[in-house]
């Protein structure tokens, strides 16, 4: 809450803290809880002393744009902040490139010399290989849906729709064909294929909350009435 008062001094509290702000240059504020606006670069914002989420809540004070720290300290969370994104981005695509680089290949999209499969009869020899625990009756339809499922989540996660949720289910995925391999041909191929960097990549994006270039941002957004 920001109280003008006629010595242009502010109080704020945050998180139970008092502080007060004064718009005025002051290189040596008076008491340990005030923090110095108007070209102060060296302020307790400067210093880090208040945390960003806290920082956030003085946002409404009328003398931010006269703020060098405050200034500061905004800059600092926008460039943060655009980082994630671009790393979200990144993540969406290289797992569902990933996913749908899978697929290609055992439709038999890529060539020969680049192939691991080939054509849909490898893969699910390959998937009996890794999976010998399963009945091959079960094999074809196994192969089936795991195909689906790759493509599905490699669509959603390419347009952001509900992204955490098929981020984490991509997770599984992966670390369900990471186990798969250490189990039946060793953990080298697993480690060697990057399966458990995959599988760590999408839990991780998983937990990033914030919506960028994503369907959801259009879904969520209020209809102006």
């Known amino acids: 809450k920001l109280i003008k008062t006629k010595e242009l001094l502010f109080t704020i509290k945050i998180w139970g803290m ?3 702000l ?5 290189p040596q504020p008076k008491s340990p809880n005030v923090i110095v606006l108007n070209g102060n670069p060296e ?7 208040i945390s960003e989420e806290d920082f956030k809540k003085c946002k409404n004070c009328y ?3 006269n703020c060098v720290a405050f200034n500061q300290t905004l800059r600092k969370l926008e460039i943060k902040n655009m980082n994630t994104k671009f790393i979200k981005v990144f993540l969406r695509l290289a ?3 990933g996913f749908l680089s899978a697929v290609a290949d055992r439709f038999g999209i890529w060539s020969k010399e680049v192939s691991v499969w080939g054509n849909w009869d490898s893969f699910l020899s390959y998937t009996q290989m890794i999976n010998p625990w399963i009945p091959n009756s079960l094999i074809p339809t196994i192969g089936l849906l795991v195909t689906i499922a790759e493509i599905v989540f490699a669509i959603f996660l390419i347009i952001g729709f509900k992204t955490e949720l098929f981020a984490k289910l991509s997770g ?3 670390l369900l064909f ?3 391999m250490t189990f039946s041909t060793g953990v080298k191929g697993a480690l060697d294929f990057s399966v458990f960097s995959a599988s760590a990549g999408a839990f991780a994006l998983s937990l990033m909350k914030e919506k960028y270039l994503e369907l ?3 879904i969520s957004k209020p209809i102006n009435s």
């Open 18 to 20: 008092q502080f007060t």
């Open 178 to 180: 990471a186990v798969s």
């Open 216 to 218: 959801d941002n259009l």
């Open 43 to 49: 302020g307790r914002f400067a210093r880090g002393k």
């Open 22 to 26: 004064e718009a005025v240059d002051n």
């Open 172 to 174: 599984f995925l992966l």
């Open 63 to 65: 003398e931010k744009k």
């Open 95 to 97: 797992i569902s490139i």
